[in-house]
Every structure is written in C-alpha cells, then in structure tokens.
C-alpha cells in the first residue's frame, strides 16, 4: 500500500511561498498524486493533481521527482485565508480492489 | 445547485440505536465514497461504490453497510452505534477512479455524529 506522510503543521506569514511535501516511497506505477484543502467544519475540496513532473494551475504548483516517491505542493504568495488542512491522496494501484490513502494532513497556520 | 448534499448535517443518537445518512450527488458521476474524519483530522476511506458495485471495502465493522439505490445516491447505514462512531462522515463522488486521472473527488459539507 502507498503510505504517505506529511508535516503535521506549518506556519507561514502573508505573502511568503509555502512548501508542503509528501512522501510516498511505496507509490504505484499507474497512481496519480492528488492534493485537497480542508476549511474547518467544511468537506475537502481539490487543489491540484499530477503524476510526473511539474503541474501548475491558478492556485498551486505541484513538483514531483523522477523517481515520484515524494511530491511537494507550492503555495505562492499566502494570505490568511489559506489557513487551512492540507491533504496528499495517492491512488493505490489499478483495478476495482485498489485502495485509497490520505496523508494525515498539514495544518498550515498563515499570520499577518 | 450544491454539487455533492449529505442529510442530516448534525446527528445525536444513544448507544446500541440504528441510524443512517443519507448523499446525493448531481454531477452525473460513476463513483462513490464515505469517508470518515476522527477527532484527530484523520481521513480514512471506507465505502466506495461505482456503477452499484462496492469496489472498495476498509477494514470497518460489518454494523456499517453502504447503501447505493441508484448512481446518484449512496447512503450509509450504521447498526448498533458505539461510542467511538462519534465523528465526521463525508460522501463524495467522482467521475473516475480516484487516484486516476479523472479521479478527482467531489466532497459534501459532512454529517457530525456524536454517539451518547
């Protein structure tokens, strides 16, 4: 199974890049690696996904290495209402008996 | 048009009672998933269904059953409810496997369970 670990909390301040990674040694050929935003009381909502390389979109980054055993999320330019729990999924294997594992999140607390 | 709906938002039950929750989803899509949110922010599948068919079973006691009528609705009854069911359940749909390319997961607002 893809294990993933993340940082349990990040703190950043206002305007500043933010940098979340993701392990996952044990990744899948054909898994692709998904990352979600949580608000408090609220369901997680997609940020971004990519299986190799370089993905960005109007709101991240996502890097992944060669060998895609770990991937890092890049926040440009944080505000405060980025405050949030930060997911990594990776899809586990092929076929209807593969198996879904979430990171345990990223608390990432932005200041002013 | 709330893309994903989850009823009851809030749910407060005894010990030992049955209730269920009820998910809809409007976006057309094969797949569908429960997932449960502990105290500690931990989010772990347990259901997903595609086309009717359970494709995904965690490791969860038999007390809960997903529930599918049709592809837009996957409901999760739980029998005999414990104490440490108390948390956050979430529905969502995708079009695809999640994981996969068209994989992107489609989250309700949760129904908070607290068992008494």
């Known amino acids: 199974l893809a294990k993933t670990t993340q940082p349990i909390s990040m703190d950043s301040y206002e305007g500043q890049e933010v940098n979340i990674t993701c392990s996952h040694n044990?990744?899948?050929?054909?898994?692709?690696i998904t990352w979600y935003q949580q608000f408090p009381s609220q369901g997680p909502r997609f940020i971004i996904q990519?299986?190799?390389t370089k993905v960005t979109n109007e709101v991240a980054s996502l890097f992944i290495p060669a060998d895609r055993k770990s991937s890092t999320l890049s926040l440009p330019r944080v505000s405060l209402s980025d405050t949030a729990v930060y997911y990594c999924?990776?899809?586990?294997?092929?076929?209807?008996?593969?198996?879904?594992?979430f990171g345990q999140g990223t608390t990432l607390q932005v200041k002013p | 048009d709330t893309a994903v709906s989850q009823t009851p938002k809030y749910l407060v039950t005894q010990m030992g009672n049955d209730k269920s929750i009820k998910c809809e989803q409007n976006?057309?899509?094969?797949?569908m998933y429960w997932y449960k949110q502990d105290s500690k922010k931990f989010l772990k599948i347990m259901f997903s269904?595609?086309?009717?068919?359970?494709?995904i079973n965690e490791t969860v006691p038999n007390r809960f059953s997903p529930k599918s009528p049709d592809k837009a609705h996957l409901n999760l009854h739980i029998n005999s409810l414990e104490l440490g069911d108390s948390a956050v359940y979430f529905c969502?749909?995708?079009?695809?496997?999640?994981?996969?390319?068209?994989?992107?997961?489609?989250f309700g607002p949760g129904t908070r369970l607290l068992v008494l």
């Open positions: 976006l057309g899509h094969d797949t």
């Open positions: 999924l990776v899809g586990a294997g092929s076929g209807n008996t593969g198996k879904l594992i």
């Open positions: 269904y595609n086309n009717k068919e359970l494709i």
């Open positions: 990519g299986y190799k």
């Open positions: 969502a749909s995708s079009r695809g496997r999640a994981g996969g390319p068209s994989g992107t997961q489609y």
């Open positions: 044990n990744i899948a050929t054909n898994d692709y």
